[in-house]
């Protein structure tokens, strides 16, 4: 059976969230999705939040270019090295300074330390409720919406 998570990540990867907001976070989107798994990751590594079968490609933030996914592979290996710590890389299209984190997923991907999932929901995760979430927390949210 596939499954589908939506995976809520700040937007900043180095966000250092209140413990009393992420439980606040977790009623929330308990109350919001009563039928679904809620659960939260904290880790002290930052961790590749990924999208699973919903990989379409990996865009270039500054020029629009697919990016070669060998190309990726490699720089994904070397940050591998860091612990993910040093994400920065300059893209082989057009030599723009970013992130592999800043790199435009198709559908979303990121980076994080701080992971709010949510298993098999009834309903989509909509706007107003990353809004709320975003309220809560403290900071930006990236949603990855994942499908295995
Ligand atoms: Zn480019």
Redo the contacts with the bound molecule.
Sequence with gaps: MSATIFKLIPEDVHFVPDKGNVEQVRSYLVSIFPSATVSVEQTEEIQFVDQGENFVQIA??????VLDLKWWHNAMDSAWQSAFKELDVQ??????HSTLHGLRYDFPAGFSRLIFEIENPEEEVRTEHLRRVEQLLGCEIRMVNARY
């Design positions: 270039c933030p500054n020029c629009d270019a893209l082989p299209c057009c030599s723009a």
